[in-house]
């Protein structure tokens, strides 16, 4: 099974909260975790990725926390700004793979309010 | 740098005519791919490429066709368009895989078959 599911569809954050987004993921040979974030009319850039011998990394207000056994992991968007409004993509890849590739899950759409 | 570059950015096409996305990067990356991005599903893999002269199907390749020539082109060719191919594509490129398997997206491709 190479599905990675995301929830939730889209949220909505007043500026300064906290926005949290959750993938789940049922392969287990899955052993990288990116998250990428996509501006209106832009491709998706890394915004930060975790391995699964880890259970939280953290860059500046994003933090990823990881639970193995569960099979899920979240992003964590503390002090959320407007230029955060975006759509998040999470994604995992097979270890061992002969190329990059990322299954995504189904995105999050981020709207960060004054 | 450029990055990824892909052309057009907006295409229309009728119901059985063809037609090639372009895509070249120039960060002498060996692997190329090519996703499709359709609302509420994510990013699907089409193909990819390891290297010049090696191509591979990802996820959805049917309808679609690719050559790698070079190291730097990655061109994605719809011999017979039909409306289930409107979608937003985007090429990507990477160094490595996994941790070292970032993607760099281009900004995309509008695709409409009418």
């Known amino acids: 099974q190479q599905q990675v599911k995301q929830s939730p569809q889209s949220l909505i954050v007043q500026k300064g909260g906290i926005s949290i987004i959750n993938c789940a993921y049922e392969?287990?040979?899955?052993?990288?975790f990116p998250w990428y974030q996509q501006f209106p009319g832009k491709g998706p850039a890394l915004l930060i990725a975790i391995r699964p011998d880890v259970s939280e990394k953290k860059e500046g207000r994003f933090t990823i926390s990881f639970n193995k056994s569960a099979k899920q992991f979240s992003l964590h968007i503390m002090d959320s700004q407007p230029g955060d409004s975006a759509t998040y993509f999470c994604?995992?890849?097979?270890?061992?793979?002969?190329?990059?590739?990322?299954?995504f899950g189904t995105g999050t759409r981020l709207q960060v309010t004054l | 740098n450029a990055g990824v570059t892909q052309t057009p950015k907006f295409r229309i096409l009728k119901i059985g005519q063809s037609m090639t996305l372009q895509c070249t990067q120039d960060m002498n990356h060996n692997y190329m791919y090519w996703y499709r991005q359709d609302p509420g599903m994510g990013l699907k893999l089409i193909y990819y490429?390891?290297?010049?002269?090696i191509t591979d199907k990802g996820e959805v390749p049917n309808g679609y066709n690719v050559s790698r020539s070079t190291t730097e082109d990655f061109p994605l060719r719809l011999e017979l368009a039909a409306p289930s191919q409107t979608s937003v594509y985007f090429c990507?490129?990477?160094w490595g895989t996994g941790e070292t398997g970032e993607l760099f997206f281009g900004e995309g491709s509008r695709l409409t078959v009418l």
């Open positions: 490429s390891v290297g010049a002269g």
């Open positions: 392969n287990t040979a899955f052993d990288y």
């Open positions: 994604a995992a890849s097979i270890k061992g793979g002969t190329a990059s590739k990322l299954t």
């Open positions: 990507a490129s990477s």
